[in-house]
């Protein structure tokens, strides 16, 4: 009987190996992108109604099929709510939580049965008040308790609950009320909005201005903050603080008609940046879009290790050293 000698059997085996790692290789760059988007009117309201031969995407400036369409109260909602307890809030506080106590009644009475909120409290270190919930009185116990001290670590804040969003499922959010002050974070702007890009978070603020005057106030966190919230398809709200009811009602109209979008990225011309840039339009001028400007793929040179750091929107690949 024939025997296959030895040598080729090995080199029969390594090329087998071979055939299949090139496999493996190829399928990890088919990945599905998804995109959360708001739609509104010319005066400014949310439009629900939409189907998906309304909306066009480009990818690296490469028009996508939209391969996934679903108004996304099918979809459960992981929300971190950050509040502001910095000595310079100590004033409004009372006021802030009593609006944001109604905030998540209304939230967590309706919509999903899935939905989840946690409650993260900020001031010169971030605490986790309490993890992803439904139980709103539990919440509610921990809003009471909060009280203001000196430092503001907005951006440590805003890392850790795209941290702790992540690996949930379904949309992810973050709400931060806050008067924009900075001054204790440990990380910078851009490694906070970094992570919030990962972990798909849309950024929610809420701006409580204790001074109208522009020269007593914190001006360049605000604008951080709107710069954040536009990246990630978000929205920043600038109410008095006898106004924060109506800020909150309007985050949960935008929750409850918001639309996701998902495509297969095909055909597009890859940059030394790993951050796709992405358009989401509608198909009607008359309507405007949100959603965020991009996502964290395929770069050049992405068969190497060093230069795969970047993530699926559906998980991260693997995580960039800090």
Known sequence: MFRWPARQIGMAILCALA???????????????????????????PVGALEKSDFTISDNGVRQEIAF?????????????????????????????????????????????????????????????????????????????????????????????????????????????????ETTSSVNIQTALKEAQFADAVIYPVVVI????????????????????????????????????????DIITELRTQYLLSFYPQGVPLTKDPYHKLQVAATSPDLRVSARDGYYGDAEGAGSADARTAVSPNGRKKRPQQ
């Open 69 to 181: 369409f679903q108004r996304t109260t099918e979809q459960p909602l992981s929300i971190v709510l950050l509040i502001d307890t910095s000595g310079s809030t100590a004033k409004d506080l009372k006021y802030e939580t009593d609006s944001a106590a109604k905030f998540l009644h209304a939230l967590l009475s309706e919509g999903n049965p899935q939905d989840a909120v946690a409650l993260y409290s900020f001031n010169y270190e971030v605490r986790e008040e309490h993890g992803f919930t439904r139980n709103y009185t539990a919440l509610e116990n921990r809003l009471k308790l909060l009280h203001g001290e000196a430092g503001t670590s907005l951006y440590d804040a805003i890392h850790l609950a795209a941290r702790a969003l992540e690996p949930r499922e379904g949309r992810k959010v973050i709400v931060v009320i806050t008067d924009g002050g």
């Open 210 to 249: 204790p001074i109208t005057n522009e020269a007593g106030r914190n001006t360049g966190g605000e604008h951080s903050l709107i710069f954040m919230a536009q990246r990630t398809g978000g929205r920043t709200f600038f109410p008095d603080v006898g106004k924060l009811d109506k800020a909150f009602a």
């Open 19 to 45: 055939l299949t790692a090139q496999t493996t290789v190829f399928k990890t760059k088919v990945q599905l992108v998804h995109v959360i988007a708001t739609v509104k009117n010319p005066d400014g309201e």
